[in-house]
């Protein structure tokens, strides 16, 4: 597939390792400009791009930067994409540490998800938003496999949360549905299953586990 990497920090980079080697087309950008990222690319294969170019003809998008700068990515960052192009969103809401209050996130009870699609104007799938960036190298896993990872999954599009799961088990790793967006509150930072090195039953266990009350260490 086509891929557009927007971000290329941790959780960036080693999707953009992983995904390469898989035999996918992968764009990557971030905000300081594809001339920064030549050390990736000559790694990977990759092809560094600005932002603005990242989700062209791309079937599937991956944004993976501070909530904070989502309302910085230029107008129109989707356009160019595949028509049924599916938007993953790793992002976490660090109100205290990095992003600041966001009151349509506090106020308004969206989740960080909700308010990503909407400042976007794109639908997202929530994903990787609780893996540790490290395990997207070291732990894939065989289909089967007993001790093979799973990760949670939200979003309100089911074609494109499907697109997304089989790319997610294409990397090594199982998929738990958690819902929609409006219910992706189950896997913010937080709740028992973030950062939750787990298979199935157990990522499954830990998101019937969640509360709705954001946690005060997550609040602004």
């Known amino acids: 597939m086509k891929i557009g990497i927007i971000g290329a920090g941790n959780i960036g980079g080693n999707l953009t390792r992983r995904l390469t080697a898989l035999g996918h087309d992968v764009s990557v950008a971030n905000s300081r400009g594809p001339e920064t990222l030549t050390a990736l690319a000559e790694e990977t294969g990759a092809t560094p791009v600005p932002v603005r170019e990242a989700a062209r003809d791309a079937e599937v998008v991956v944004i993976t930067i501070p909530v904070k700068a989502i309302p910085n990515l230029p107008a129109g960052v989707l356009d160019g994409a595949a028509e049924s192009v599916a938007v993953i969103d790793t ?23 909700a308010w990503t699609a909407r400042e976007i104007g794109h639908t997202v799938v929530k994903a990787f938003n609780g893996t540790y960036a490290q395990d997207i190298l070291d732990r894939p896993r065989p289909a089967g496999a007993p001790d093979r990872q799973a990760v949670p999954v939200a979003g309100d599009d089911e074609a494109a949360k499907a697109k997304v ?30 950062g939750l090195r787990d298979g199935i039953d157990g990522v499954a266990k830990a998101l019937t586990e969640a509360s709705p009350e954001r946690p005060s260490d997550f609040r602004g």
């Open 91 to 113: 992002g976490n809401y660090y109100p205290q540490q990095r992003d600041g209050r966001i009151a349509a996130i506090e106020d308004e009870g969206l989740t960080e998800s």
């Open 165 to 194: 799961r089989a790319l997610i088990d294409e990397l090594g790793f199982d998929t738990v549905d958690t819902g929609t967006l409006a219910d992706s509150w189950r896997q913010q930072p937080g709740t028992p299953v973030y």
